[in-house]
């Protein structure tokens, strides 16, 4: 313990006594060029020889290749070499190992796995780099587990913040959501492991997330929807796309030629393989016809009954489905093979590793710049260990461990550290915890999950706090200094398969929150949970918050660290907050969730750009955060004043931090077009960069933003069109915190 104490008065020293020196440093940091996240395309080397392999196969043996055979592989060919595909979920770290035949667990010894923060978490990070990080690192654990495909990442845009999968998806805006899919990708390949870009597309809500009906017009597809999956196709390369759920003008995902021919491989070029989402094929010729390549799914009745086995036997033999297209997706699977090295040059493989503590480091990196700091008015952050006697350490989510839970994809891990865990390893010996459970967190749902056919109503769940838990929390909170609460949510209120019923804060946590602050004045509460909610009461009583992630086996050191001050909290928000959900676009427009049809009324107008455009106060907008530390912005500048449209800008900006901590601050570029002859939202993030700032010392930033990034989606031409003519700068540390502007004209 006494390392342990010297080890952290020692970084708080470090931290605090880079002080206020006013040192300018020349150095210049540029945005990370997303070009050296390229990743490598599929090679056709190998087509010579996997025609002659599949002009050696039966008809059913190629088949075989083209349906799941056991619940995460398809059918390989031993005969010729061919080995099955070995797939497995997912964002969070990969999956234990599950029967062949079902989905109970194997209970294997030797499938413990890093778990990862889920993708809400990676992308208030707002980092490139550590989005690499993630893929090089889930990577490297699918091939130790002996993985062909990562089923992740996991990226649809968060159209409503009522939405199942919001924890497990990055973020409302398409710049930094491709910004941070492209280097994902990227990094999982690296390993010889073929990336699963999910879910394509359009699939945006749980509800009816079986048979829904998406409408939305064109540019909105291009605009918002599509960038990230562009850009993890035609920029990361790659090798495979999960189709979804729904439907989309009209047709099935897995069964729609638009999506999956026309744009994914007539325009975007996309070699790789399609993979239906579990069970969402409906056809056998249109689908195969459309592009879905593999249909995976559950075993029922039996993998010989899919659309894409037996029936597509006899659709062949009938001369309803050609011979030559069984071959078109049988070879496109085994170019995928060769291409990871499955077949091939499988010696030089690459091996990976599994649950080292290299990887546990990767976990805790992402975890710790992704915590965020909403509010901090009285400074009780960071703790100052040397005052504080006693701390209360109140709420479920303490002790919580959120790898498992819910439906769908978890991790079996051996190492998930709780707050609480982490707060007894790191304060030192004089500081007191009281701990109390604070409330209950039941929750359990209405109606089997299955394919989200209803908005997620509970069956069992609490709503209101046990008087004697509260009694013990006050105790609790009254005789110490501090008192911190562990509130928010669970992956069984948040999950896959269904959307919440409203923003309420679930379980009664309210109640306990509001009676532990009139016990006790220093109260920091802590949110740990997915999602927005509603906590407009707690941010009118309170006068610290912090919101962390279901954040991966290092997620309690992480968020320890942050309150500690050994970390300096960076991490951004990836969504707006709203005040109330009725001011979220989808629901403002009532277009949420529809019925056997939803329609996006909303438009281009998701998350900020509404919130703004409309002049809507959020709670806490897009791209808000903050720090132990302040950051001013001065004197932007733009490298020319007009540009054509071949040429990139370059905005440069002072980044000062005036506070006593180093830090990292996310400036963000946000643009506005001025006069222009279509419908723009009032601003739209086309570049940031997070920058590490000492204490008292200055940086000069520079932002690039190739003019074609300016571009709208003109449904005329069916092109990207960049109009002529001025366009603003804004250049802040939130959507709404704009300190600094520059205007640029386009010639
Ligand atoms: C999910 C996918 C997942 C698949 C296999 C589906 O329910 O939508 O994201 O990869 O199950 O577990």
């Known amino acids: 313990m006494k390392n342990k104490i010297l080890c952290l008065s020692a970084a708080l020293v470090l931290i605090m006594a880079s002080c206020k020196e006013d040192k300018t440093s020349n150095d210049t940091v540029a945005q990370p060029e997303t070009a050296q996240y390229k990743g490598t395309p599929m090679s056709d080397e190998f087509d010579a ?40 979920d997912g964002p969070l770290g990969i999956r234990e190992e599950l029967q062949r035949m079902s989905w109970a667990k194997l209970g294997l010894d030797n499938d413990f796995a890093t778990y990862y923060p889920a993708g809400a978490g990676l992308s208030a990070t707002w980092s490139p780099e550590l989005a690499h990080t993630f893929g090089r690192s889930i990577g490297e654990e699918a091939r130790a587990r002996g993985k062909d495909v990562l089923l992740a990442p996991a990226f649809n845009i968060i159209r ?17 959501n491709k910004t941070l899919i492209v280097p994902y990708v990227v990094g999982v390949q690296e390993n010889n492991v073929a990336a699963c870009i999910k879910h394509y597309a359009a699939n945006n809500q749980e509800t009816n997330r079986g048979t829904v009906n998406v409408l939305m017009d064109e540019r909105t597809l291009r605009e918002i929807y599509l960038p990230a999956f562009h850009d993890a196709v035609v920029k990361a390369n790659a090798y495979s796309v999960m189709g979804a759920y729904n439907k989309f003008r009209g047709d099935y995902l897995c069964e729609n030629p638009y999506m999956l021919q026309d744009v994914l491989r007539d325009e975007w070029g996309f070699k790789g393989v399609v993979i239906s989402d579990w069970d969402a094929v409906h056809t056998t010729k249109k689908a195969l016809e459309a592009g879905t390549d593999l249909e995976m799914g559950t075993n029922a009745p039996s993998f010989d009954e899919f659309w894409f086995a037996n029936p597509l036997i006899q659709a062949v033999k009938d001369g309803k489905v050609t011979e030559a297209e069984v ?31 290299v990887h546990y480091k990767d976990a805790y990196n992402i975890a710790a710049e992704s915590v965020v700091l909403l509010k901090n008015n009285e400074s009780l952050l960071p703790l100052n260990t040397q005052e504080v006697k006693s701390i209360a350490v109140i709420g479920p989510n303490a002790t919580a461990k959120h790898a498992q839970g819910g439906f769908g994809a978890g991790v079996k891990t051996k190492r998930e550290v709780t707050p ?159 005040k109330q959900l009725s001011d979220s676009p989808a629901h403002a427009t009532n277009s949420f ?95 940031f960069n997070k920058v590490l700032v000492k204490a008292g010392n200055s940086k000069k930033v520079t932002i690039k933003v190739p003019v074609k990034e300016l571009a709208y989606y003109d449904k005329n031409s069916k092109g990207w069109v960049v109009e002529k003519g001025d366009y603003t700068f804004k250049l802040g540390n939130s959507s709404k915190n704009i300190t600094q502007e520059v205007t640029v004209t386009i010639q």
Do not use: C
Request: glycine residues 8%.
């Open 49 to 88: 020889k996997i025609d002659s392999i599949v002009g050696q196969m039966t008809l059913e043996e190629k088949i075989g290749l083209l349906h799941g055979y056991s619940m995460f592989t398809n059918e390989g060919v031993e005969r010729l070499g061919v080995p099955e595909l070995h797939m497995a």
């Open 160 to 176: 409503t913040p009522l939405g199942g999968r919001t924890y497990e998806y990055m973020t409302e805006d398409p710049f930094l």
């Open 327 to 357: 071959d078109v997706h049988a070879k496109r699977i085994l170019k995928l093979l060769f291409n990871v090295k499955a077949m091939g040059n499988t010696d030089s493989r690459a091996e990976g590793s599994l649950a080292t503590e």
């Open 420 to 578: 609480l865990e982490a707060l007894k390893a790191k304060l030192p010996e004089s500081v007191t915890i009281n701990y109390a459970e604070g409330y209950k967190t039941l929750f359990k749902p209405k109606k089997e999950m299955k394919f989200g056919e209803v908005t997620q109503e509970a069956k069992e769940t609490v709503t209101d706090v046990d008087p004697k838990m509260i009694a013990e929390a006050v105790e609790a909170a009254k005789k110490s200094d501090i008192a911190i609460l562990f509130v928010g949510a669970n992956r069984d209120y948040e999950t896959e398969a269904s959307d919440r019923i409203d923003l309420s804060l679930p379980f009664g946590q309210e109640k306990l929150i509001t009676a532990v602050k009139a016990a006790n004045p220093k109260t920091i509460v802590v949110f740990v949970a997915g999602a927005p909610y509603d906590i407009n009461n707690v941010e009118k009583e309170n006068s610290t918050i912090v919101w962390s992630w279901y954040n991966g086996s290092e997620g309690g050191n992480a968020l320890a660290d942050v309150l500690l001050g050994t970390v300096n909290p960076s991490g951004k928000l990836p969504w707006t907050m709203p």
């Open 593 to 687: 969730p529809g019925e056997d049809t939803v329609t996006y009324q909303e438009g281009i107008l998701v998350g900020y750009r509404w919130f703004d455009t409309k002049n809507v106060e959020p709670l806490y907008p897009f791209g808000y955060g903050l720090s132990y530390s302040d950051f001013e912005l001065a004197n932007a500048t733009a490298n020319k004043k007009s540009y054509n449209e071949d040429e990139t800008i370059a905005v440069t900006i002072d980044v000062k931090n005036t506070g006593n901590h180093d830090g990292k601050e996310v400036v963000q570029l946000y643009v506005s077009k001025a006069k222009s002859a279509v419908e723009r939202a009032a601003k739209e993030l086309k570049g």
